[in-house]
């Protein structure tokens, strides 16, 4: 198959997967009233819940999954590891411990957001200032100082679930797993899921290049040094964004850009954009599955993208062992 | 074209090259041999710019080769090695064409030149038939073949290639040596490490002996390609034999492991 087809496809999906969502829930729509609502801009409970509800948490969703495999993508070749995801440098770690510091305080969704923001910021800040310091530096000092304050990160969050009274720890439970039911407006996230692909794509090449390893890529030329920064700093941001709209939520960011490449689309000039909307399309899928199988009862979407992930990350590496031998 | 001047590197407390002054002049094909740990890819990367040395400079044409920006430097000097990355998901087409990256317009796509270079080199490599299969489920020698035509598409001046005969059987082996002094023909600068003394004595013409306690031996091939020098830079008893015209050097029978 082309790459244009494999492009085409996955385009398709994601464009069937954002119809059918918008038609289940806890209250299925037909596709009759669908069609009124939508297309004939007729008012009506229907066209409440399409327009009010139903397309802003399928845009969040959308944009949140995007920009995971966005971030997965782009960190996967920073740190020439296949297993690199966005939460790898505890930004997420961060952003949970400023929501649920908030939590724990009693502070507003708006105020919980705001912290959230900050400790996420704060641990990029930190990952980038102790990883890239000094001149001799390798992926494999900033992987690992990410992997350390996430470490640590995680022993503060089990911390503040310990100390918490008993009424607030299921609303963190839910926030620490992942859930896209609190969102708001989705424009802001999916605005920067449009503006970190427009500044990665043309580097598109590039990467390609560094894909070969940093000496290799320095001797054909790429400045590496300031690539490398400037893949962290994108990464950062998209990984911030979307723990912002949908707190942590696994497996989206380590196994899209994988899925993608074994579909054929290894090129980043591909990979990329096919990334970004096969993420978006699979986190609609996935949140579309986590509010109606269980209707009226919504879990968390992050299990569901784990139970899904986990089970095709296995058979991913048994494929892997295959090809080695 | 290429100048070593006065260059100094190594480890704490390991000296591996010192007060190295060597000219690598347009046309000549140098051969560097020397032992495991003696510097050889070492002073590869000193010369590609990859590395700063601790004193000295490297000078191409005449110009400090860091003064370089990466992507001219790239355009001129092209670096083969030891080993290089064997987690790649694209083809061997697509490892091809990145050795183009230094001369590619534009930053996104690549011209109708770049590739047809890139397939004419792996056809140049044999390798036309597996042009679309993933690079990772080639062999040894034909990853290694992908890699010399990845090198030749980028079209360098100077070519650093280290041990370029690695998993390549005979014609290959012979193949890529007869392009590389082709291309010195052409009037480029070869500086190539090498452990077979058959080959390095058919093809180079130039030979620098590292010692790797910052001794060395620089000259063309009849000042230091000889018994007596190889055997003790290798520290280990080597004979002359004569094939027809061709002096040959090989490595005494029964001696035992000289290590």
């Known amino acids: 198959m082309s790459r244009i087809a494999v492009l085409g496809l996955i385009c398709a999906i994601a464009a069937a997967a954002v119809v059918c969502s918008i038609a289940v829930g806890s209250v299925p729509i037909p596709a009759a009233d669908l069609w009124n609502a939508v297309?004939?801009?007729?008012?009506?409970?229907?066209?409440?819940?399409?327009?009010k509800l139903r397309l802003p948490r399928i845009g969040a969703a959308f944009a949140?999954?995007?920009?995971?495999?966005?971030?997965?993508t782009l960190l996967q070749v920073l740190l020439r590891n296949p297993l690199a995801d966005p939460y790898i440098f505890g930004v997420s770690g961060g952003a949970a411990l400023g929501v649920l510091l908030a939590m724990l305080f009693g502070f507003g969704i708006a105020t919980q957001a705001g912290f959230g923001l900050a400790g996420a910021i704060g641990v990029a800040l930190l990952v980038f200032v102790l990883g890239f310091r000094g001149g001799d530096w390798n992926p494999y000092r900033l992987l690992l100082t990410g992997v350390v304050i996430a470490a640590g990160l995680n022993a503060a969050l089990s911390l503040i679930l310990v100390l918490a009274p008993q009424t607030a720890v299921k609303g963190m439970l839910y926030w620490l797993m992942g859930d896209l039911a609190y969102t708001g407006n989705p424009l802001p996230a999916l605005m920067v899921l449009a503006a970190t692909l427009a500044i990665v794509l043309p580097m598109g090449r590039t990467l390609n290049v560094l894909a070969l390893g940093r000496t290799k890529a320095l001797s054909l030329g790429v400045a590496v040094a300031g690539l490398e920064k400037i893949l962290f700093?994108?990464?950062?941001?998209?990984?911030?964004?979307?723990?912002?709209?949908g707190g942590t939520i696994g497996f989206v960011g380590l196994i899209v850009p994988h899925l993608v490449r074994l579909a054929g689309l290894a090129d980043h000039r591909w990979l990329l954009p096919a990334s970004v909307i096969a993420g978006g399309g699979l986190l609609v899928i996935a949140d579309a599955c986590a509010r109606s199988l269980w209707a009226p009862l919504q879990f968390p979407v992050g299990v569901l993208t784990a139970l899904l992930g986990v089970p095709v990350l296995l058979l991913l590496l048994s494929g892997k062992s295959h090809a080695a031998r | 074209m290429l100048r070593a001047d006065g260059l100094g590197a190594g480890y704490p407390g390991r000296k591996l090259l010192q007060d190295l002054s060597v000219e690598f002049t347009a046309g000549s094909v140098w051969g560097i041999l020397g032992r495991n740990g003696s510097g050889k890819s070492t002073l590869l990367n000193l010369l590609a710019g990859l590395r700063g040395p601790d004193r000295g400079e490297v000078l191409l044409e005449g110009q400090p080769v860091r003064s370089f920006g990466r992507?001219?430097?790239?355009?001129?000097?092209?670096?083969?090695?030891?080993?290089?990355?064997a987690e790649f998901w694209?083809?061997?087409?697509?490892?091809?064409?990145?050795?183009?990256?230094?001369?590619?317009?534009?930053?996104?796509?690549?011209?109708?030149?770049?590739?047809q270079i890139a397939d004419s080199e792996l056809e140049r490599q044999h390798l036309g038939a597996l042009s679309?299969?993933?690079?990772?489920?080639?062999?040894?020698?034909?990853?290694?073949?992908?890699?010399?035509?990845a090198l030749f598409a980028q079209r360098p001046r100077v070519f650093l290639v280290d041990e370029p005969l690695q998993h390549l059987d005979l014609p290959h082996q012979v193949l890529l040596l007869e392009r590389l002094a082709a291309e010195?023909?052409?009037?480029?600068?070869?500086?190539?490490?090498?452990?077979?003394?058959?080959?390095?004595?058919?093809?180079?013409?130039?030979?620098?002996?590292?010692?790797?306690?910052?001794?060395?031996?620089?000259?063309?091939?009849?000042?230091?390609?000889?018994?007596?020098?190889?055997?003790?830079?290798?520290g280990f008893p080597v004979e002359p034999a004569l094939l027809g015209d061709e002096r040959l050097f090989l490595p005494r029978a029964g001696a035992g492991p000289h290590v």
């Open chain 1, 64 to 72: 949140c999954g995007g920009l995971l495999a966005l971030a997965g």
């Open chain 2, 90 to 115: 694209g083809s061997a087409r697509d490892y091809v064409q990145l050795g183009r990256h230094p001369h590619a317009e534009g930053a996104f796509a690549w011209s109708a030149a770049d590739e």
């Open chain 1, 233 to 245: 700093v994108v990464a950062a941001v998209a990984t911030v964004a979307a723990v912002l709209v």
């Open chain 1, 39 to 51: 297309a004939r801009g007729e008012s009506g409970p229907v066209a409440d819940i399409v327009w």
């Open chain 2, 71 to 85: 992507r001219a430097l790239a355009a001129k000097v092209g670096i083969l090695f030891q080993e290089e990355t």
């Open chain 2, 132 to 149: 679309w299969r993933p690079y990772a489920s080639l062999s040894g020698g034909e990853r290694q073949r992908t890699r010399a035509a």
């Open chain 2, 184 to 234: 010195a023909r052409a009037g480029a600068v070869i500086v190539m490490v090498l452990h077979d003394l058959v080959f390095a004595g058919r093809y180079c013409d130039h030979f620098l002996l590292l010692h790797g306690d910052g001794r060395f031996e620089a000259g063309a091939r009849e000042q230091v390609f000889d018994a007596e020098r190889l055997g003790a830079l290798y």
